[in-house]
């Protein structure tokens, strides 16, 4: 009777193991809502690329860009259900879960992208990305895209030229005040029709990245693109709160390390990519490229500024004052 039962749990014992050594990976599904040849879809492929290198049979990538699996109206509630895995959403997508994230959104708050970096980096930066684990949403790191210029089918020189126009906007309080105050009328707008809302008229204008303009054609709809700088356009990649507390810890520990990395990569390409795609744009000719004087510049940021103070009491007087403080090297 022993002997049957030791042979019996070895055999069980023997399967087990096996059993172990033929589990699954881990399918990490990660959408997101722009073209691959953006720095958010490069740093999605790069993600891919490392973490299946370092993590063979353990972890599976699957990587949907352009909408392919969910657009901008469903990518949240799709994370929070567990239907995908990982995002990298703009970080004006966030203002139903952390009031305080609104502060990338306010007009000329930083310089240059380097403050940015300095603000993110600070303590005040990191804990934002763990603002909303209350609602099941983790922020990993923040990615670059580049700062933000505005197009219409008219020039726009000085806030006054904006006036009557309809830009399109992310869902975002903050950005339709911005346009509110030159007198402009923002129009909320997922990225996926943005082309075909200029191109029939559905609205005249809109603010992005030099690489987003570019890798959507946006610009073959827009006759003037003003280097504006006006503000940031980053994303955070967030993953489902339950998700990564629930994977094995040395897969967590270590694609913890690969989005560091990739980050830093991410960032390192998002000026190039930019200026890249500036240069086809120009050589385009479909879109004149205006470039502001300081003078109208300073114009644009003194229109603009008042957008601080409405939303200085949900964003915090302290943190809008480091993010400040992030220009001064």
């Known amino acids: 009777m022993l002997r049957i039962s030791l042979k019996a749990l070895a055999c069980a014992l023997s399967l087990s193991v096996a059993g172990l050594v033929q589990a699954e990976p881990i399918i990490i599904k990660f959408a997101h809502v722009v073209a691959d040849n953006t720095p958010k879809g490069q740093g999605a492929l790069l993600f891919k690329k490392l973490a299946e290198e370092r993590l063979p049979d353990k972890v599976q990538v699957e990587v949907y860009p352009n909408s392919s699996l969910f657009g901008d109206g469903k990518e949240m509630e799709a994370l929070l259900l567990g239907d995908v895995h990982m995002l990298a959403p703009s970080l004006a997508k966030f203002e139903h879960y952390a009031k305080a994230i609104q502060i990338y959104d306010l007009p000329f708050l930083f310089d240059d992208l380097a403050a940015a970096d300095r603000f993110q ?147 390192r390409q998002a000026d190039e990519l930019n200026q890249k795609a500036k240069r086809t744009i120009a050589e385009s000719g479909k879109s004149e490229i205006i470039e502001l004087t300081s003078a109208q510049r300073a114009q644009w940021r003194e229109a603009m500024r008042p957008v601080w103070k409405k939303f200085e009491d949900e964003i915090g007087v302290d943190l809008i004052k480091a993010a400040e403080a992030a220009n001064q090297l």
Not at 131 to 144: C, F, P, Q, R, V
């Open 121 to 267: 980096s600070s303590p005040e930066g990191k804990a934002l990305l763990t603002s909303m684990e209350d609602k099941n949403i983790t922020g990993l790191a923040y990615w670059h895209n580049g700062t933000k210029q505005m197009s219409a089918n008219k020039a726009l020189r000085e806030p006054s030229d904006a006036r009557g126009l309809k830009f399109r906007v992310q869902a975002s309080r903050v950005l339709e005040e911005q346009f509110k105050i030159v007198r402009a009328n923002p129009r909320k707008m997922s990225f996926a029709e943005v082309y075909q809302g200029l191109q029939t008229g559905v609205v005249n204008g809109t603010e992005n990245t030099w690489s987003n303009y570019e890798s959507q054609k946006v610009h073959e709809v827009q006759k003037y693109i003003t280097q504006s700088d006006h503000g940031l356009i980053d994303y955070m990649v967030i993953t489902n709160t339950k998700f990564w507390r629930g994977l094995p810890d040395d897969v967590r520990s270590e694609l913890a390390q690969i989005m560091d990395e990739v980050t830093i990569e991410v960032n």
